[in-house]
């Protein structure tokens, strides 16, 4: 699973069998729309799995937390991750 920062700043949160061959592909053009509209990417984080359906539900998992969730994974502040896990829901009033 790994995070891509984009051009415009946004993330792209993806898994994959090979990383290096993924991120020449995004480099490319190849890989998503998302990234292709928003060249050059930069891997900015991973993490290994010995099964590429672990990876593909941690890559679900990531995609739907907020940015600043992803931030604190990225930056490795996993103490902030429990209290950035506030159900949108949650907010309204």
Same mark, same amino acid.
């Given at each position: 699973m790994y995070i891509l920062e984009c051009a415009d700043g946004s993330y792209y949160t993806g898994s994959t069998? /090979? #990383? /290096?061959?993924?991120? *020449? @592909?995004?480099? %490319?053009? @190849?890989?998503? %729309?998302?990234? *292709? &509209?928003? #060249?050059?990417? &930069?891997l900015i984080y991973f993490e290994e799995y010995p099964r590429i359906d672990t990876a593909f539900y941690r890559e679900k998992q990531v995609q739907g937390w907020s940015r600043a969730k992803k931030e604190a994974l990225i930056n490795g502040d996993h103490n902030m991750l429990p209290k950035l896990a506030i159900a949108y829901r949650d907010l309204r009033e």
């Open positions: 069998k /090979d #990383l /290096d061959r993924r991120i *020449k @592909e995004h480099q %490319n053009g @190849e890989g998503a %729309n998302h990234t *292709k &509209k928003r #060249l050059p990417v &930069k």
